[in-house]
Each structure stands twice: as structure tokens, then as C-alpha cells.
């Protein structure tokens, strides 16, 4: 079956970095586009980067461009998340998903399977 494992959350101080990985398996990873969505408590799941399914394109939410960079690795079935200069509302769980559209995939409703997320904490 599909599975999408997310790592490299933490706890981190304001300003700081922090680098997620999703790991891909049981679908073909290369011909998915992948996004990284993020969820805080009581509010609903949030775009924050998407990108096509050669890593030619990038699209990034207003709030963490130019501090986050999405990329990924088709051989190792593996997408990335580089979070820098950190900020406390970037607190929240982190997940990767895929979807089965072409280029850059926004919306919630258009991705199949999502992983289970991974909390990412920024203290001030």
C-alpha cells in the first residue's frame, strides 16, 4: 500500500532551521506531484509548498517564501522541506502528500494520499 513517512520535526528556537524529509513508497513517487501542508491546533490544514512531479516547478505559500525551499530526490523516492529563519507560526504538524494532477497541486481536495504528519515547534 501507499505510505508516506514524514521526519525531521523537532523543537527549534525562533531564527533557527530545520530539514523534513517524506519518505515515498508503494506508488510510482516519480510521476506524483508532491506538496507539504502544515495544521496548527484548532485551525484547518494550510498550504505551504507544492512541487511538479520533476522538480522543475515550485509554488509557495506568501507566508514562507523566500525561507522554505521544497525540493526532491526521484531516485530516492524522497521530498524535502528546508524550513529556515523559523518563526513561532510556522508551529505546527507538517505533512507531505501526492497527488496524481499535473504541475503544482494547491488545493487539499486534490491530493490521494497523505502522510501522518511530523510536529515541527518553534519557542520564541
Known amino acids: 500500500q501507499v505510505q508516506l513517512v514524514e521526519s525531521g520535526g523537532g523543537l527549534v528556537q525562533a531564527g533557527g532551521s530545520l530539514r523534513l524529509s517524506c519518505a515515498a513508497s508503494?506508488?510510482?513517487?516519480?510521476?506524483?506531484?508532491m506538496g507539504w501542508f502544515r495544521q496548527a491546533p484548532g485551525k484547518e490544514r494550510d498550504f505551504v509548498a507544492a512541487?511538479?512531479?520533476?522538480?522543475?516547478?515550485?509554488l509557495y505559500a506568501d507566508s514562507v517564501k523566500g525561507r522554505f525551499t521544497i525540493s526532491r530526490d526521484n531516485a530516492k523516492n524522497t521530498l524535502y522541506l528546508q524550513m529556515n529563519s523559523l518563526k513561532p507560526e510556522d508551529t505546527a504538524i507538517y505533512y507531505c502528500a501526492a497527488s496524481g494532477r499535473a504541475g503544482t497541486v494547491v488545493s487539499v481536495n486534490e491530493y490521494d494520499y497523505w502522510g501522518q504528519g511530523t510536529q515541527v515547534t518553534v519557542s520564541s
Open positions: 508503494g506508488l510510482s513517487f516519480r510521476v506524483y506531484a
Open positions: 512541487i511538479n512531479w520533476s522538480g522543475t516547478r515550485t
